[in-house]
């Protein structure tokens, strides 16, 4: 099969990313999904054509359909390189961003040089597929320990599998929970708390291309009108569970890092801010707080 055909036809249909879906499909067509990685899939060029089995064609008509439905690219493969982890991703659960691989990097970093001897443990807020924790377990040798937790069951089920296929699950307890229920659930302290809660401005909402709005759970993703409706009810819950000189990171959307001080003083919280962080698109998108003296 033809990889310059198929991205003329995603081209002609208006799909996004042309030219590297078409690559994707043809790739898995190969019987290899690992052969294409993420890097070499969205490098121009059109390589050298695949051969189709017979016994393939149809599913790669099924896949090539699906491109056409605006099918997240992630969806249709079922699987997905995200920083140096593959994970499982399946419909609705939010699919891991690119921007979000950096508060992983950042977050390593300060969790490494905030303790660097002790046994350290972590709580990751809204997980979704898990990616965050995971990588986070995968990368600091002394975290013995994270607990995941997302209000939805699929998250919390794909978290386990994800948990399971990079080896972690040993080190990882995933929960079920409302942000607003934990006060009654959880019953210890943590080094550390990451998260990537939904925060998306109602307004933004209405202009989220097709694969994000048919696709992914919008409670995912749901903000409400200012985006900051469940990062203040973290902002309240949280301190209750940072050991004293804890670490909270935090994505937001990249209007917010300027109402955090505001933010702060109308919640009288005991946290403060101590930075904010751009992400890899220049933009401010991550926070991160500990407990004041
Ligand atoms: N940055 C994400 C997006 O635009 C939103 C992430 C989130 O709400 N946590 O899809």
């Not at 809204?126 to 607990?147: D, E, F, R, V």
Request: one cysteine or more.
């Amino acid at each position: 099969m033809n990889i310059r055909a198929l991205y003329r036809l995603f081209t002609s249909e208006g799909i996004p990313e042309p030219l590297s879906s078409a690559k994707y499909i043809l790739s898995f067509a190969a019987q290899n999904r690992h052969k294409i990685k993420r890097g070499e899939a969205e490098k121009p060029g059109y390589d050298n054509d695949t051969d189709v089995t017979d016994d393939k064609v149809k599913r790669v008509y099924k896949m090539i359909w699906k491109r056409l439905e605006r099918q997240p690219m992630q969806y249709i493969l079922g699987e997905w390189q995200w920083g140096n982890i593959e994970l499982f991703v399946k419909k609705p659960v939010f699919i891991p961003r690119p921007e979000t691989e950096d508060l992983v990097n950042l977050s390593i970093d300060k969790i490494r040089n905030s303790f660097p001897a002790k046994e350290v443990t972590g709580l990751d807020l809204c997980c979704g597929s898990g990616a965050i924790g995971i990588s986070l377990l995968k990368n600091i040798s002394n975290l013995q320990q994270i607990t995941s937790i997302d209000m939805s069951n699929q998250a919390c089920e794909l978290t386990t599998l994800n948990s399971e296929k990079n080896n972690v699950s040993s080190k990882m307890t995933v929960l079920q929970a409302r942000i607003d229920e934990l006060p009654g659930i959880l019953k210890r302290k943590y080094d550390f708390i990451v998260t990537n809660p939904p925060y998306v401005p109602d307004i933004d909402m209405e202009y989220i291309e097709d694969e994000v709005a048919i696709y992914e759970d919008p409670i995912a993703l749901r903000g409400g009108h200012d985006g900051l409706n469940v990062i203040r009810k973290i902002i309240e819950v949280a301190p209750k569970f940072l050991k004293e000189s804890g670490l909270i990171f935090m994505e937001m959307d990249s209007s917010h890092y300027k109402y955090i001080p505001n933010l702060l003083k109308d919640l009288n919280s005991p946290l403060t801010h101590i930075s904010n962080e751009k992400d890899r698109f220049g933009l401010y998108r991550f926070s991160i707080f500990t407990l004041k003296d």
